[in-house]
């Protein structure tokens, strides 16, 4: 279904339609109402485009979606039972993943020298995309990164511990400063440190320094009271 310049879709507008399976809603539509893709029960997941929130609570009420991808500020957003994600590119070769209902932040790199960047980025001063939820992500996984741009997880609180795989090689400045939920890291193949690192982790209780690192920067570890 193509949903082209659209603008709202009615009430049961799709009811019932039980061969649908993916949808992807254009930023056009700024109106869903009630029960407009209902009882389609071959429905998986739907992507929203735009950016105001046209949703209503029983929009998608009997179907079996299991995730929405929606903007990063629509975290409250309600959809029967499906997970909300929001996604999107965070530096070179790399993409992030936040998932709503567990509240895991996915980060995956692909090919050789996937990086996440720095931030606030030069260009605009833009913070990490997942910045507005830094009190709420409490698990972080990373896969295939080289390097972890600077102030990536800067003040996430709430996540306890985090493994980084042997691909990352790089821990950018202030990269976890402020962390003082984490209490673990594993460091695994890490080979430089930069500065100010993991400033003010103050629920670190130990870290174990791995023989494949070659240097480590200023005030890296500075201000860790549960060492």
Do not use: H
């Not at 603008?7 to 649908?20: M, P, R, V």
């Amino acid at each position: 279904i193509k949903l082209n310049k659209i603008e709202t879709i009615k009430s049961q507008a799709f009811y019932g339609c039980t061969s649908l399976n993916n949808i992807t809603i254009p930023s056009s539509v700024t109106s869903i109402e009630s029960a407009a893709f209902s009882t389609n029960s071959q429905l998986q997941s739907v992507e929203y485009q735009g950016e105001t929130n046209p949703f209503t609570g029983t929009a998608f009420d009997k179907t079996s979606l299991k995730f929405a991808i929606v903007p990063i500020k629509y975290s409250d957003v309600k959809f029967c039972e499906l997970t909300a994600i929001s996604k999107g590119e965070c530096g070179i070769k790399c993409k992030w993943e936040y998932k709503y209902e567990s509240k895991e932040l996915i980060i995956t790199g692909e090919g050789d020298n996937a990086e996440i960047e720095n931030y606030p980025r030069t260009s605009d001063s833009k913070e990490a995309p997942w910045s507005d939820k830094k009190g709420t992500i409490t698990a972080i996984s990373i896969t295939g990164i080289t390097r972890i741009g600077n102030q990536a997880f800067k003040d996430c609180t709430s996540f306890a511990t985090i493994t980084l795989p042997e691909s990352v090689k790089t821990i950018g400045q202030n990269s976890f400063e402020g962390c003082y939920g984490m209490k673990t890291i594993e460091l695994k193949t890490v080979e430089s440190i930069e500065s100010n690192t993991f400033i003010g982790c103050i629920g670190l209780t130990s870290v174990t320094i791995p023989s494949s690192i070659k240097s480590i920067g200023d005030n890296s570890f500075a201000s860790l009271s549960g060492l």
